[in-house]
């Protein structure tokens, strides 16, 4: 037992992060944080057990873990002393409970690691404990929820709790080839073996506040490198920033985070019967009479207008659609790769009942906003993390809404070095195989292959007032024109409109906004949003995926242009 998780009967504790006396029922009633300081003490698996799981709803595992000591371990003590002195002190057979239990009512198969027993090490018996609960989530037809409490692999197994590695993540895998939603919970401290498998090969990463995940540890780190360590090293911020986590979830919100994930991939298994695509509510706003011509300070149809309407800092941004639009948003993070571009936002939500992944641009209202968001300019971690939501998606069955609001692709030096070519590409390929609907909404700025990136689908619509476009009209003046005073012209010229692309059929429907623009009545443009979303959605959802991707080429294939010569064949 550690200091921060006292012994039964003890009635004081002192705080690991303030050194605070608490009283210990008062942090127990807090779940084992600190009232003073938010610091989370480390809990034992049967404690996160009934933090998590509905009361009375866990049934743990008839499987019991067999006698091991494969290698005749001896450090000072020999493995079978160390293993009898573990089961004394936590009550538990093993470093690992796993079970059925429902959370939030959703079922689901659990795994949760204790880090009391031989720090929560990965051996033959905890590995094929794991496997087991996966394996029952695959004959439930069940999601997989981990929760991760490990320094890594078990030493006194040498190289066979290393293979375990490679044992569960078979087991995960076999999830996902089947669609089976698997998340897993990163708890302090998870290192080493546990890290670089199981607990980060998941489809959704929620790391716990105060939790530290890394490959190897700092001590070893520092002696390595011979260098101080940057502050908060592999502390969940961290590994959010770098892309590594979906989510920092404080402990008094795990539960409901992890109801949230089940309803979403539950409702995508076993859809609701088939939204109305008419909303019971009539939007307030006609789509009829809602402007269809532009009042934003220019003439009708004045493409110059349109570009300038478009980029209205006032305009809805993804984050401002996913609340007029969509409900119950859960928002996923990171390309796992090394970043999380702000500039791209994406998650779960609900579309009338309909569970979706919504991935878009995200720009902002003000200065600090556009900055802190790159002006929606998508880095390469940016199209990568939509191409990990995009395949995620794909294997839950979940249809795919894209919101598209982008100058371009991030032009910068880093996002050269990082790739930036391939990972549009990557993108556009993605999309092009994608098993499951895919609508795309130009919502504002269609700049370029960053717009394309998110916009191969197989319906594209685009709102009244945004533009779709090859490059930027001044891009176009400065190269084409004596001097960038002919954007407007260039503007004209390049048929960027929504009702000029509807026409060449790049674009399939325009959405009306209120009038005179999205940006004058935000609420009502979500709801024309969602209007149309529903509209060219509902249809998708009943056609066979092989047909989805055949029609979708079909589409972007028409694009092509060469005549055949007479007489040629
Ligand atoms: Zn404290």
């Not at 592999?234 to 539960?255: E, S």
């Not at 709102?463 to 954007?487: K, N």
Request: aromatic share 4%; proline share 7%; hydrophobic share 45%.
């Amino acid at each position: 037992m550690t200091a921060t998780a006292p012994r039964e009967g003890q009635l004081w504790s002192r705080c690991a992060g303030c050194a605070t006396l608490l009283y210990r029922k008062r942090l127990h009633r807090n779940l084992d944080v600190c009232p003073e300081c938010g610091t989370h003490a480390r809990l034992g698996a049967p404690d996160r057990l009934r933090q998590l799981v509905d009361p009375g709803s866990f049934t743990m595992l008839p499987d019991r873990p067999a006698e091991v000591d494969p290698i005749g371990f001896v450090d000072v003590l020999p493995y079978p002393h160390r293993l009898t002195a573990a089961r004394a002190g936590t009550g538990l057979a093993e470093a690992v409970l796993c079970g059925t239990a429902t959370i939030g009512r959703h079922p689901c198969a659990l795994a949760v690691m204790d880090f009391r027993f031989l720090g929560g090490s990965l051996g033959s018996a905890v590995g094929e404990l794991i496997t087991r609960a996966a394996e029952r989530a695959l004959a439930d037809r069940i999601p997989l929820v981990l929760v991760t409490a490990s320094g890594g692999a078990r030493m006194q197994e040498g190289a066979l709790s290393l293979m375990q590695m490679a044992t569960v993540s078979q087991a995960v895998a076999a999830l996902r080839e089947a669609g089976l939603l698997t998340v897993s919970v990163l708890t302090d401290p998870t290192y080493g073996g546990v890290a670089a498998s199981f607990a980060t090969n998941t489809d959704v990463v929620i790391a716990e506040s105060g939790a530290r995940m890394g490959f190897a540890g700092p001590r070893v780190i520092r002696q390595v490198t011979g260098r101080a360590l940057p502050d908060g090293f592999q502390t969940a911020d961290f590994l959010l920033r770098h892309g590594q986590v979906d989510m920092v979830v404080p402990r008094r919100a795990l539960r409901s985070r992890l109801t949230a994930l089940l309803a979403a991939a539950r409702a995508a298994r076993r859809p609701d019967p088939a939204p109305d695509v008419r909303p019971s509510q009539p939007a307030a706003v006609d789509p009829a009479t809602a402007s269809s011509v532009s009042a934003a300070g220019g003439p009708a149809g004045d493409a110059w207008a349109t570009v300038r309407a478009a980029r209205h800092p006032g305009r809805p941004t993804t984050l401002d659609y996913l609340e007029s639009a969509f409900d119950d948003f859960v928002e996923l993070h990171g390309d796992r790769l090394g970043g999380d571009c702000p500039a791209v936002v994406g998650g779960l939500a609900r579309l009338a009942g309909h569970p979706v992944m919504v991935i878009g641009h995200q720009k902002g209202h003000t200065t600090a906003e556009l900055v802190a968001r790159n002006f929606g300019m998508a880095s390469p971690a940016g199209h990568r993390k939509a191409l990990r939501l995009m395949r995620l998606a794909a294997r839950l069955g979940l249809p795919v809404v894209t919101l598209v609001d982008t100058p371009g692709a991030d032009p910068g030096v880093a996002a050269e070095q990082q790739g930036q070519a391939a990972a549009i590409a990557e993108n556009i390929l993605a999309l092009t195989m994608l098993p499951t609907p895919v609508v795309a909404v130009i919502t504002g700025e269609g700049g370029s292959g960053g717009a394309l990136a998110l916009a191969v689908a197989d319906r594209v619509l685009m709102l009244r007032h945004a533009v779709y476009s090859v490059i930027s009209p001044e891009g176009c003046a400065a190269i084409l024109w004596p001097d960038r005073g002919a954007a407007p012209q260039a503007a004209r010229a390049l048929r960027l409109t929504a009702p000029d692309l509807c026409r060449l059929g790049v674009v399939d429907e325009v959405v009306p906004e209120p009038d005179p623009a999205a940006q004058d009545d935000p609420e009502a443009a979500g709801r024309l949003l969602r209007v149309a979303l529903l509209a060219n959605l509902t249809p998708l959802l009943e056609v066979a995926p092989a047909t989805l991707v055949r029609r979708r080429r079909q589409r972007f294939r028409r694009f092509g242009a060469a005549g055949v010569r007479a007489g040629a064949r």
